[in-house]
Structures are given as structure tokens and as C-alpha cells.
């Protein structure tokens, strides 16, 4: 089974527009057979994790020892929690365990995941990173005129507006 890294910020409320895309996303995913996995707490990751579990389909959560302590524990519709000690151990994890990368709109530690992912794409690994809704491809195209990224390095991005687009290039790219 394949398993698909869903990335995007903690604190998307249920209702917003981004909550929903990675809801829809998850569900598309599982009803393919695709697993899911991401951080394991709340805002996008409860999104892909509560569309999943409603689609049937599993979720392995990444979490963190410390946000678990302090933040009362891990999202309960997880299918698996892998509790790791530090941001590296878990963003390691969850990149390698992982057959394609999907981020939505987030802060600091959605912009490591992104950044990550891409340089592994650029230098390493051939797994999809699919940026899912806006603004990304303003802000991809704006880092690239005014950094040292290369055009090349942007076309190794594959954007979607919406989440059956995103199923459909994972599916495209990614067997179950």
C-alpha cells in the first residue's frame, strides 16, 4: 500500500476552504487505497485524517513527544501513532515512509516541510510534491525571481487548485 504525506498548518479551523481540500484529498485517496500520513494533531492533519477514516482508509500519525505532553495527545481517529522525539525524526519519517508529498497553506513548520521535500525532490528522491491550493504557485514564482532558486528546480513542483486534481496526479504518478 502506498502512503501519501499530507503537510499544511495546525491551525485551519474546521469550515475553512483549505480544511476541506485536504478533507475531500484523504477521502479520494483512502477510497483509492492510498494510506495517509501526517503530523497526527489538528487543523489540516485532522482534515486529512478525519477524511480518510471516513473514506475507510488508514492513517499513520508522526507525532511528537512534546505537542502530545502539552497538548493533551495525539488526533484519536488515528489508525497508528509513530511518537518520535524530535521535528527531524518526525519530518524524516513521515518523508520517508512516504511515495508522495501534498502541502496545503500553513506556517514555519509547513514552509520545513515544503522546503525539505523539495530539496529531496531537486537532489534525491523522485516523490511527487504536489502543492494543493493558493497561493502557491504566486509564491513559488516570487522565490524563484528573487532567490538563487533555479526556474528548473520550480518545474519539478506540480501544483492543484483543487483536490481531485491532486488525487489525479498522485494517481497518476503514484501506484497503490
Known amino acids: 500500500m502506498s502512503i501519501v504525506a499530507i503537510f499544511g498548518s495546525s491551525r485551519t479551523p474546521e469550515g475553512h476552504a483549505n480544511y476541506r481540500l485536504a478533507y475531500d484529498l484523504a477521502g479520494l485517496l483512502a477510497r483509492e487505497g492510498y494510506a495517509i500520513c501526517n503530523?497526527?494533531?489538528?487543523?489540516?492533519?485532522?482534515?486529512?485524517?478525519?477524511?480518510?477514516?471516513?473514506?475507510?482508509?488508514?492513517?499513520?500519525?508522526?507525532?511528537?513527544?512534546?505537542?502530545?505532553?502539552?497538548?493533551?495527545?495525539?488526533?484519536?481517529?488515528?489508525t497508528r501513532e509513530e511518537a518520535k522525539r524530535s521535528l527531524f525524526e518526525r519530518l524524516d519519517t513521515l518523508l520517508g515512509i512516504s511515495s508522495a508529498h501534498v502541502v496545503l497553506p500553513g506556517s514555519i513548520g509547513t514552509m520545513a516541510e515544503l522546503f525539505i521535500s523539495w530539496n529531496l525532490l531537486v537532489t534525491a528522491a523522485a516523490k511527487p510534491l504536489i502543492l494543493l491550493g493558493e497561493p502557491w504557485e504566486a509564491l513559488i514564482d516570487f522565490l524563484v525571481q528573487n532567490t538563487e532558486i533555479r526556474p528548473e528546480d520550480r518545474d519539478k513542483l506540480l501544483f492543484a487548485k483543487t483536490a481531485k486534481e491532486a488525487f489525479e496526479q498522485i494517481r497518476a504518478r503514484v501506484t497503490v
Do not use: H, P, Q
Request: glycine fraction near 22%; aromatic fraction near 10%.
Open 39 to 78: 503530523g497526527g494533531y489538528w487543523g489540516i492533519m485532522d482534515a486529512a485524517t478525519r477524511g480518510a477514516r471516513d473514506a475507510g482508509g488508514e492513517v499513520i500519525g508522526v507525532t511528537l513527544e512534546y505537542f502530545s505532553s502539552k497538548r493533551g495527545g495525539a488526533n484519536a481517529l488515528l
